[in-house]
T-cell receptor, first 110, second 112 residues
């Protein structure tokens, strides 16, 4: 079993739609969680951290469910510019390794 | 503020050749990482350095060596390149556990 698994993509949605991604992780001792965004042929960049209480940044909401070992990302009112690959990241065993999911591709169409 | 700088950006090698990928960060971060990214596989950790003077294997270390030259620099060496090492390589740094990672722009390596 992979340490971090994400929803298979791609997701194709119209502008203005709400879309949600899930990500499951296997290490129950994981302590930190992130969503990164990666544009085509570019480096990943932090979108947002995921806190135990959940957090919101504009149109983006991240949630953590420790009991079921998954994190989620909700994007409201999708924009064309949201088209990218979204990477789920979990702090793996040992405390200093970050483990990336394979990513979910999102296409937002006009 | 350059952040994380990788060189070269592109490289073509013949099977059996060696090369070193360079990475430098100017954010005074303690931890540095090397990842490879293949289509459909996401980023896989090759090696990491939690702090200056230490290095540890990640998920896919075979065929690679690393050197944490000083706090700023972390290099990745391919001693005898193989076609299976064709990939995009990313270097990253961060202050420590639980913090954001910053990535370089990547090195696109092709082994023929």
């Amino acid at each position: 079993r992979k340490e971090v698994e994400q929803d298979p993509g791609p997701f194709n949605v119209p502008e203005g739609a709400t879309v949600a991604f899930n990500c499951t992780y296997s290490n129950s001792a994981s302590q930190s969680f992130f969503w990164y965004r990666q544009d085509c042929r570019k480096e990943p960049k932090l979108l947002m951290s995921v806190y135990s209480s959940g957090n919101e940044d504009g149109r983006f909401t991240a949630q953590l469910n420790r009991a079921s070992q998954y994190i989620s990302l909700l994007i409201r009112d999708s924009k064309l510019s949201d088209s990218a690959t979204y990477l789920c990241v979990v702090e793996g065993a040992g405390g200093f390794k970050t483990i990336f999911g394979a990513g979910t591709r999102l296409f937002v169409k006009a | 503020n350059a952040g994380v700088t990788q060189t070269p950006k592109f490289q073509v090698l013949k099977t059996g050749q060696s090369m070193t990928l360079q990475c430098a960060q100017d954010m005074n971060h303690n931890s540095m990482y090397w990842y490879r990214q293949d289509p459909g596989m996401g980023l896989r950790l090759i090696y990491y350095s939690a702090s200056e003077g230490t290095t540890d294997k990640g998920e896919v270390p075979n065929g690679y060596n690393v050197s944490r030259l000083n706090k700023r620099e972390f290099s990745l060496r391919l001693e005898s390149a193989a076609p299976s090492q064709t990939s995009v390589y990313f270097c990253a740094s961060r202050q420590g556990a639980l913090t954001e990672a910053f990535f370089g722009q990547g090195t696109r390596l092709t082994v023929v």
